[in-house]
Structures are given as C-alpha cells and as structure tokens.
C-alpha cells in the first residue's frame, strides 16, 4: 500500500539554526511531492516537486526530490519562532491523482 | 488504531444526484476537518467540527453542500445536487486541537459526469 513516512516526528531548534526536514514515499506511479506548512486550521501550500534533482526555493525555505532515493528534503536556514509549525508532506499518485499525506514534522523554534 | 477512514474511496455519479462522504476519525481526536483538493486550487478547507459541533463553514463553496457530524466517531459530507465542478478528491483530517497533527484520511475521489 502507499505510504508517505515523515521523520522526525518533532524537532525543537533555536533561532537561527538551520533545519532539514525528511519525507520519504512508496507510491505506485508517483506523480508529485508536496510540502505545505499547518498552523492553525488549514495547512498551507510551499512547494510542488515532480523534477528530481531540482531545487526549489522561497525565501529561507527550500526543497529538493531525489526519485531514486524515493525521499525529499525541506531545509529552512536561519529559522525563525514564526516558522514554528507542523510540516506536511503529501504525494501524488499519477494515474489514479490519490494523494497521501505523511503524519508531518513538528518544529519548534525557540527565541 | 487504523486511522483515519473514509468511505468510499472512489464514487462516480451523474450529475443532480446526490452524493455523501463519510469519514470516521481517529478516537479521542476531538476536531475533524473536510478539504477539498483540485488541480487548479489545490487544498481547500471547507469545514471543521469540534466535540462535533461546526466551528467554520466559510469554506463551503455554496448551499449544496452540507456537512454533519452526529456523534464523535462520523462524520458525512453530502452534495445534493452534485455538478461536475464538484469533482475533486475530498479529504477528512483528524486532530487533538487546530495546532496538532492532521492525520489525514486517504480521501474520496468523487467524478460527477
């Protein structure tokens, strides 16, 4: 079955220190990855990666596929308290548009 | 526990017949949320309950669609009457609190021709 694994569950950083977020995937006919940031209520879109290899960035975040790996990383540098959030990710299955979501990351950012 | 699960996984329907979504949540999560998720807007909230009470219906795209939460462990989503733009894979999350984990559930793809 499809699967979309998270690591770490949680993190707890001070400002400033830079984070790498994991998500790893089996999915049959993988279509695309998507990372959104969850505060309150509604998780929030940041990034779409269907390219391995090819970095996407805004601002201090950034994000990049690796297909082989099945896996992708989030990297936030110089984290803030404002970026203190669970962080989702979700991939979606080509032919069938199914879209599964990890159990996502915990950040903390103390001041 | 199983997680989140909804039912069905897939649904096909003409267009004017009503449709119902269900989801039973993780237990002792006392919120649930319903998305939407479509290409061209990606993921929508729709709803939420807490101790199954809706808290924010503001994104409820118009009058056809309704949702309920009888009792702490279902929850449904209902069109009536379905058009084809409600076609779209719809989510139920669960959580302790709006600042917790979402578990989400593996959604339903719902096709109205």
């Known amino acids: 079955e499809d699967k979309v694994v998270q690591s770490p569950l949680s993190l707890v950083v001070h400002e400033g220190d830079t984070v790498t977020l994991n998500c790893s995937y089996e999915?049959?006919?993988?279509?695309?990855l998507l990372w959104y940031k969850q505060e309150k209520k509604a998780p929030t879109f940041l990034f779409m990666l269907t390219s391995s290899g090819i970095e996407k960035k805004s601002g201090r975040l950034s994000s990049i596929l690796d297909k082989k790996e099945l896996s992708s990383i989030l990297n936030i540098t110089a984290t803030q308290t404002g970026d203190s959030a669970i962080y989702l990710c979700a991939v979606e299955a080509r032919d069938n548009n199914d879209m599964r979501f990890g159990a996502g990351t915990r950040l903390t950012v103390k001041p | 526990d199983a997680g989140v699960i909804q039912s069905p996984r897939h649904e096909v329907t003409e267009m004017g017949q009503e449709v119902t979504l269900r989801c039973k949540p993780i237990?002792?999560?006392?919120?649930l949320f319903w998305y939407r998720q479509t290409m061209m807007r990606g993921l929508e909230l729709l709803i939420y309950f807490n101790n199954n009470v809706p808290i924010d219906d503001s994104g409820m795209p118009e009058d056809r669609f309704s949702a309920k939460m009888p009792n702490a462990s279902f929850s449904t989503l209902k069109i009536q009457p379905s058009e084809p733009r409600d076609s779209a894979v719809y989510f139920c999350?669960?959580?302790?609190?709006?600042?917790?984990?979402?578990?989400f559930g593996p959604g339903t793809r719902l096709t109205v021709t």
């Open positions: 999915v049959t006919n993988f279509r695309s």
């Open positions: 237990s002792g999560h006392d919120y």
């Open positions: 999350a669960s959580s302790f609190a709006t600042d917790y984990e979402q578990y």
